[in-house]
């Protein structure tokens, strides 16, 4: 089974950047789509960026052009860089698996845009 432990999150001002990092145990991890997802309140849970084994990628329209998915696979880690973060970014972000089933899901990591 894949764990999956999400860091980098934060209070941060409209207009500023954050990199998000997910490391996952488990060596399928390295051959799987993997994807980032958030959670915002109230709302359901959204695919945001995801990126194949093989380093191709794909963005929600919400986030295109901002946010840039990346993976390293010799470290089993993929991350997020969000750049000219909007208060509607605001959420708990996610990554796991970018197909079902889903893996367990971690705690996530807290992204907070607010001046």
Same mark, same amino acid.
């Given at each position: 089974?894949?764990? +999956?432990?999400? #860091?980098?999150?934060? +209070?941060?001002?409209?207009?500023?950047? +954050?990199? +998000? #990092?997910?490391?996952?145990?488990?060596?399928?991890?390295? &051959?799987?789509?993997?994807?980032?997802?958030?959670?915002?309140?109230?709302?359901?849970?959204?695919?945001?960026?995801?990126?194949?084994?093989?380093?191709?990628?794909?963005?929600? $329209?919400? *986030?295109?052009?901002? &946010?840039?998915?990346?993976? $390293?696979?010799? %470290?089993?880690?993929?991350?997020?860089?969000?750049? #000219?973060? %909007?208060?509607? $970014?605001?959420? *708990?972000?996610?990554?796991?698996? $970018?197909?079902?089933?889903?893996?367990?899901?971690?705690?996530?990591?807290?992204?907070?845009?607010? #001046?």
């Amino acid at each position: 089974q894949v764990q +999956l432990v999400e #860091s980098g999150g934060g +209070l941060v001002q409209p207009g500023g950047s +954050l990199r +998000l #990092s997910c490391a996952a145990s488990g060596s399928i991890f390295r &051959f799987s789509a993997v994807g980032w997802y958030r959670q915002a309140p109230g709302k359901q849970r959204e695919l945001v960026a995801g990126i194949t084994r093989g380093g191709s990628t794909n963005y929600a $329209d919400s *986030v295109k052009g901002r &946010f840039t998915i990346s993976r $390293d696979n010799a %470290k089993n880690t993929v991350y997020l860089q969000m750049n #000219s973060l %909007k208060p509607e $970014d605001t959420a *708990v972000y996610y990554c796991n698996r $970018d197909s079902v089933p889903a893996w367990v899901w971690g705690q996530g990591t807290q992204v907070t845009v607010s #001046s």
